[in-house]
């Protein structure tokens, strides 16, 4: 796993159509750092995963299967780091499926640590790109 990459120039970046992303600080483990993207999706968007095999996986792995599965709209991506909400049980499933809106999430970091489901709430709504 790299770490302690440096970041990258937001310049140095090509623009994707019907993608626009924020980044805010949530305090999902650390404070003091962007730890939350929301990557919105223009409306129509089709969306597809890439899952791991392991029977054992995060609830917000679940949940994406879920949703991918079914078809159901998707019109923003919301990843965090530093908690991947895995090992949590039917209360870590819970916590990401009030995940905002037609969101799906994507979970990285330390497990079995429960979702901060209202630092997350507050910091996707900075995070959220604006028209």
């Given at each position: ?18 993608v626009e ?56 991506l919301l ?20 995940t905002p ?31």
């Amino acid at each position: 796993m790299a770490v302690n990459l440096l970041a990258t120039r937001p310049e140095a970046l090509l623009r994707v159509k019907g993608v626009e992303l924020g980044v805010a600080e949530a305090g999902v483990r650390k404070t003091g750092r962007k730890d939350l993207l929301v990557m919105r999706l223009a409306g129509g968007a089709k969306v597809a995963g890439v899952f791991t095999q392991n029977r054992f996986c995060a609830a917000p792995v679940i949940l994406c299967k879920d949703h991918v599965a079914l078809g159901h709209p998707v019109r923003a991506l919301l990843v965090n780091t530093g908690n991947a909400n895995a090992g949590t049980g039917a209360d870590g499933l819970e916590r990401a499926r009030r995940t905002p809106g037609e969101a799906s999430t994507r979970s990285t970091g330390t497990s079995p640590i429960p979702a901060r489901q209202e630092r997350t709430r507050a910091a996707c709504r900075a995070a959220t790109p604006r028209p």
